[in-house]
């Protein structure tokens, strides 16, 4: 029976952890961007 | 960033109180064994769900009153977050109920309420990927998370309003129907969560405002390299 509650676990803590992945993983992409972007616009020349 | 560290390891320390407390503290229930421990934490993420529906419901009228983004991104992050506390909540209560009822579902009035206002916030998730203008998108999406909100007093009162299956864990008055062990486990676990809720929430604020910055700066490049032309 501690089956159940050994699923449960897991369910909540998987999702949080995932959850959590996807947060750090999509603010390290935006960061990424942001810092190429600035740069770019810091060292192309103007038109 | 000092004190979001510091915010992030307390959080982190609740946590782990509310998993000793769960797990070690309180005694397994009489009938239902150690299975009833997942109780601590279907309720903590389905109160979280809740509040976190509340917060997008007080960003949505904020916003359509004074028509800031900022609103518009609090609503955002709290709708995202909602949604993952409600999934969790719906699954732990479908494990928890194939145990207890001997079913993964019944369509009783609380499992059919918090089915519902799962779908309703997945559709306010998907409905601002279909917007494409802005301001558009939030005066849509602020609309519909007002009107969405009304299912949630429903989940809340379904088990008192209807004939319902689901246990009755605040009784009327305010009184839990748990030994104290238990009680103190069960406020640990909604403390917690409701700290790991606020954490999530400023991680996905700080995710909008970089958002924002790249718009900002994508819109610059644009300008520039438009002027070649």
């Known amino acids: 029976m501690t089956l159940y509650l050994f699923l449960g676990y897991t369910a909540v803590w998987t999702a949080l952890f995932l959850?959590?992945?996807?947060?750090?993983?999509?603010?390290?992409?935006?960061?990424?961007?942001?810092?190429?972007?600035?740069?770019r616009v810091k060292t192309e020349p103007r038109p | 960033m000092r004190w979001r560290t510091?915010?992030?390891w307390l959080v982190f320390l609740s946590v782990e109180i509310s998993l000793f407390l769960a797990f070690l503290y309180a005694p397994p229930d009489v009938v239902l064994g150690e299975t009833q421990r997942i109780f601590y934490f279907h309720v903590a993420s389905a109160w979280n769900g809740l509040l976190a529906f509340t917060v997008v419901f007080v960003a949505a009228v904020a916003y359509l009153m004074k028509r800031t983004p900022e609103w518009d991104r609090l609503?955002?992050?709290?709708?995202?977050?909602?949604?993952?506390?409600?999934?969790?909540?719906?699954?732990?209560?479908?494990?928890?109920?194939?145990?207890?009822?001997?079913?993964?579902?019944?369509?009783?009035?609380?499992?059919?309420?918090?089915?519902?206002?799962?779908?309703?916030?997945?559709?306010?998730?998907?409905?601002?990927?279909?917007?494409?203008?802005?301001?558009?998108?939030?005066?849509?999406?602020a609309v519909f998370g007002i009107v969405a909100f009304v299912d949630v007093p429903v989940v809340f009162m379904s088990i008192r309003w209807w004939r319902s299956v689901h246990p009755v864990v605040v009784e009327a008055g305010g009184k839990l129907n748990l030994e104290p062990p238990m009680v103190l486990a069960l406020v640990a676990s909604v403390i917690s969560f409701t700290l790991l809720y606020l954490l999530l929430?400023?991680?996905?604020?700080?995710?909008?405002?970089?958002?924002a910055d790249l718009a900002d700066i994508k819109r610059t490049w644009k300008e520039r390299t438009s002027g070649v032309e």
């Open chain 1, 19 to 39: 959850y959590l992945l996807h947060l750090s993983g999509r603010a390290r992409h935006l960061e990424l961007q942001i810092s190429w972007l600035r740069e």
């Open chain 2, 6 to 8: 510091a915010f992030t």
């Open chain 2, 75 to 141: 609503a955002l992050a709290s709708t995202e977050i909602g949604v993952v506390f409600i999934t969790m909540g719906v699954v732990t209560g479908s494990i928890w109920a194939r145990f207890a009822w001997g079913v993964w579902w019944e369509w009783e009035p609380r499992l059919t309420s918090s089915f519902v206002l799962w779908l309703m916030y997945v559709t306010l998730l998907v409905l601002r990927n279909l917007v494409e203008d802005p301001d558009r998108r939030a005066r849509l999406s």
């Open chain 2, 201 to 211: 929430l400023m991680e996905r604020l700080t995710i909008s405002k970089l958002e």
